[in-house]
């Protein structure tokens, strides 16, 4: 089976724009979480669907969004991108929600915003 | 809330010794207990992970974790590196809440030097 699949890898952005990340998790699997990393505050959850449906969120402020659609792609946007949005961005897919469930993370999006 | 603590930064160690990695965590309620290590420039990968049963866990790679839970760590081992194992490992933990969000520790970066 193919892995977790994110695109774009990398992408560089000035501040106030916005940005389209996605995730394609591995086929089969219904559960999609993200994740931000950086230097400074480490590994951060952002959100997590399963079945189309906000499941979690984690403390992030609204400019932060996300969606998962039908076929479990998911996709999340940062609106007025600031300085401190630089960061490899990751996305993790898993067969169900629940914590019994392994997760299988992409290679990630690398977000520098200018 | 729960949190996860590595307490080493960075682990520097010679090819073919013994290494442990030091993971304590906080919880009020019961967790799962995850290591993931992440190579240069790519995803994370879960080396083993702990939800119930035996204390002793063993992973890929030759990896090993045991979990205590009166002293609240899961410290991961491994008897012998080699350079190959050099990456940084993460300690994570799960709520049994039906949630799939990690928390994760900070990290430690593993040296292996010939």
């Known amino acids: 089976k193919a892995g977790v699949t994110q695109t774009p890898r990398y992408l560089i952005k000035t501040r106030g724009q916005q940005v389209t990340l996605s995730c394609s998790p591995i086929s089969g699997h219904r559960s999609v979480s993200w994740y931000q990393q950086t230097p400074g505050q480490g590994l951060q959850f952002l959100f997590e669907y399963f079945s189309e449906t906000q499941r979690n969120k984690g403390n992030f402020p609204g400019r932060f969004s996300g969606r998962q659609f039908s076929n479990s792609r998911s996709e999340m946007n940062v609106s007025t991108l600031e300085l401190g949005d630089s960061a490899l961005y990751l996305c993790?897919?898993?067969?169900?929600?629940?914590?019994?469930?392994?997760?299988?993370f992409g290679p990630g999006t690398r977000l520098l915003v200018l | 809330a729960q949190s996860v603590t590595q307490l080493d930064s960075q682990v520097p160690v010679f090819e073919e010794a013994p290494v442990e990695l030091r993971c304590n965590y906080s919880s009020s309620v019961s967790v799962y207990l995850f290591w993931y290590v992440q190579y240069p420039n790519q995803g994370l990968q879960l080396l083993l992970k702990y939800l119930s049963g035996s204390t002793l866990v063993k992973g890929i790679n030759g990896f090993e974790a045991e979990f205590n839970k009166s002293q609240t760590s899961f410290h991961l081992r491994k008897p012998s590196v080699h350079i190959s194992d050099t990456a940084e490992y993460f300690c994570a933990v799960i709520m049994n809440s039906g949630y799939s969000t990690l928390t994760f520790g900070k990290g430690t970066m593993l040296l292996v030097s010939p």
């Open positions: 993790a897919s898993s067969t169900r929600q629940g914590a019994e469930e392994t997760q299988y």
